[in-house]
């Protein structure tokens, strides 16, 4: 299970790098209404027209790295630990050691209802870092004047967070959707690659 882990890591480290700006564009279009072109500029464009690269790896990225690695690290073990804990007690009850479809789908089902439950805050504090401009109204953010906005440093918005008691809002939705998804996709993977594989 441990290169399991290592390997949903590693692929979240690639991934975190890549999406961090997307989910940036995707997140600003949902709330603005703005179009692709101009979220785009808005998201990795200086005003001068030169690539803002690090606009795109500050105050969210940190909990969207999180987010990416551990619970993709978090997602896959626990996929397969269910399963091969599924194994080891028919094994133990002198059955086929077989994993069936729906003990996969359980599984995955699992795996991806634990998954959430650990990374939620994170991803909560993620959008609130990522869309706090947009998501706040000016006077929320204000620095004194009333028209300038400020925003909140991560430690900060991690203080609101939890004065609001927001770190699960909305988890039991995410959960409705990620438990079916994860019973789907996983066991689909499975059963695809090994049957790539016999061929």
Same mark, same amino acid.
């Given at each position: ?8 890591? &590693? ?83 002198? &059955? ?44 929320? &953010? ?9 925003? &909140? ?47």
């Amino acid at each position: 299970l441990t290169n399991v882990a290592i390997s949903g890591f &590693l692929a979240g480290t690639g991934l975190a790098f890549l999406t961090s700006p997307l989910i940036m564009i995707k997140t600003r279009q949902q709330i603005t209404g703005d179009g692709f072109r101009k979220s785009f500029r808005d998201t990795l464009l200086r005003k001068d027209g030169r690539l803002n690269v690090s606009g795109c790896f500050v105050g969210g990225f940190y909990p969207h790295f999180i987010c990416e690695t551990v619970g993709r690290a978090l997602y896959y073990s626990i996929y397969e630990g269910s399963k091969r804990y599924i194994g080891s007690v028919k094994e133990s009850r002198g &059955l086929d050691t077989g994993v069936t479809l729906q003990e996969r789908m359980a599984s995955g089902g699992f795996a991806g209802v634990s998954c959430w439950l650990f990374i939620f805050p994170f991803d909560s504090l993620r959008n609130r870092m990522y869309n706090q401009g947009l998501v706040y109204a000016p006077s929320m &953010l204000s620095n004194g004047s009333g028209n300038s906005p400020k925003l &909140l440093s991560l430690s900060d918005m991690i203080r609101l967070m939890k004065k609001e008691r927001s770190f699960y809002r909305g988890f039991w939705v995410t959960a409705l959707r990620a438990g079916p998804v994860a019973a789907t996709v996983l066991p689909v993977y499975d059963l695809m690659l090994e049957r790539l594989s016999a061929e």
